[in-house]
């Protein structure tokens, strides 16, 4: 199965800005994105949180358009727009009719170009990040996430919580965050992806002008990850579930073994039919929801596996979940695991680009991380090319690597057999 050709074009500006376009003949709307750089393992310890912070302030306004302009100019088109931060980069975006390419990108252009950043915005925005902070940590789902990242990557950025914490939060001001701002949000360290009905020839048209004051930039230095990981850590909650989360050290989104190990990852705990799902919820009746999931960084990466369980059910799931790895690393995977697990990526990866925004994302991902536009038809040549010896190979790689086990639930660190699991470090 082959994608459709499709109409992919770039280019640079004078002022560093790269831009991505994608021209979708069938399609009325049209998807722009400016991606930055720069994300939470690129902040100074006391800054932690300052992109997710810029992410609420940006649509705040600028000094010639007030956020109330800009709410009211994109419901006047129907359009929408957003913003995301996450531990590499952060993006703005806004979806509308293809009529109103213009306004989209006058918008994101001057949020992006010359944002107001006051301090009174700053401060109603500490107070709904603050409450963010403690939404998140009262939900054991994603408490537990954000424990096993800072325990696979211990006193590094990549550790932290892309919110930052209630200390760095509170002490951040104005001043801060735009030098913050002045530093990062540079051309050089940006990429426009437009998608869907739009001209190329016209997009970069729109831009030319625009970062002519603020030129330059560069993407930031960032420190490489240590070779420890905290084996164990458990956070006591008087949760009816227990909520655990299994976390490994795997490859970087550069690394050629990324992609027999997207296959291995659907084997694992990708899927409906994957190797967990199927042993600890329909064989076993031991958790409503099993899965794993696989992130490259720019350099290391984490596979997790992440489950909910009734706190009695604890170490049977563990035993479950560690021995399937153990297994996959001494026999690798059946070819009909092989056939299932890249018929799926083949499907999500076709099926992921339905619409303008999801291709808008796609690009601009693409050539923020890769510097280049990988289009569909490579993506899929890449997948097709794994290999059953490919897979066993980062399965075995994937078991001997470091791991670190986090867990929330009514009960303490002594109530897990660190040693039994594979937590070097660990007593029994």
């Not at 991606?35 to 306004?61: C, I, M, N, Q």
Request: with cysteine; glycine share 8%; net charge negative.
């Amino acid at each position: 199965m082959s994608a459709r050709a499709s109409a992919i074009e770039g280019a640079e500006l004078a002022s560093g800005v790269r831009i991505a376009t994608e021209t979708m003949s069938d399609v009325r709307s049209v998807a722009i994105g400016f991606w930055v750089g720069t994300g939470s393992r690129d902040e100074p310890e006391r800054l932690a949180g300052a992109s997710h912070f810029l992410e609420h302030l940006l649509f705040k306004g600028t000094p010639t358009r007030p956020a109330a302009a800009i709410a009211e100019a994109l419901d006047e088109v129907g359009g929408d727009c957003n913003a995301f931060t996450t531990k590499e980069y952060t993006a703005f975006y806004v979806r509308l009719l293809s009529d109103h390419l213009d306004l989209g990108l006058d918008i994101l252009g001057d949020i992006m170009e010359d944002p107001l950043l006051s301090e009174r915005d700053l401060d109603a925005e500490r107070t709904v990040i603050l409450d963010e902070i403690l939404m998140h940590a009262d939900e054991p789902a994603d408490l537990v996430g954000e424990t096993a990242m800072r325990a696979l990557f211990p006193g590094h950025p990549l550790g932290r919580d892309t919110l930052g914490s209630p200390e760095s939060v509170a002490a951040t001001d104005a001043t801060d965050i735009r030098r913050f701002f002045e530093e990062h949000y540079r051309p050089a360290n940006m990429v426009v992806s437009v998608a869907g009905d739009c001209r190329h020839a016209e997009v970069v048209a729109a831009l030319e002008d625009r970062f002519v004051a603020r030129p330059g930039g560069s993407s930031p230095v960032r420190a490489p990850v240590g070779p420890g990981v905290e084996p164990l850590v458990v956070v006591r909650r008087p949760t009816e579930q227990a909520h655990l989360v299994l976390a490994m050290r795997s490859v970087s989104r550069f690394d050629e073994a990324r992609w027999p190990l997207a296959v291995l990852n659907v084997v694992l705990g990708g899927g409906l039919s994957s190797r967990l799902f199927q042993k600890v919820r329909e064989e076993r009746g031991l958790a409503y929801s099993i899965w794993s999931e696989r992130n490259g960084f720019f350099d290391v990466g984490c596979t997790t596996v992440s489950v909910g369980t009734a706190p009695e059910y604890v170490d049977e799931v563990l035993r479950v979940v560690t021995g399937e790895i153990e297994e996959l690393a001494a026999k690798g995977v059946t070819a009909r695991e092989l056939d299932v697990a890249k018929g799926n990526l083949r499907s999500e990866t076709l099926l992921s680009c339905e619409d303008s925004g999801a291709r808008m994302s796609r690009l601009g991902t693409s050539m923020l991380l890769y510097a280049r536009a990988w289009t569909i038809d490579e993506v899929l040549q890449r997948i097709d090319a794994v290999d059953l010896d490919a897979v066993h190979e980062v399965a075995r790689s994937l078991a001997e690597a470091p791991r670190a086990l986090a867990a929330v639930g009514p009960f303490d660190a002594d109530a897990f057999d660190g040693a039994a699991l594979g937590l070097a470090g660990t007593a029994a």
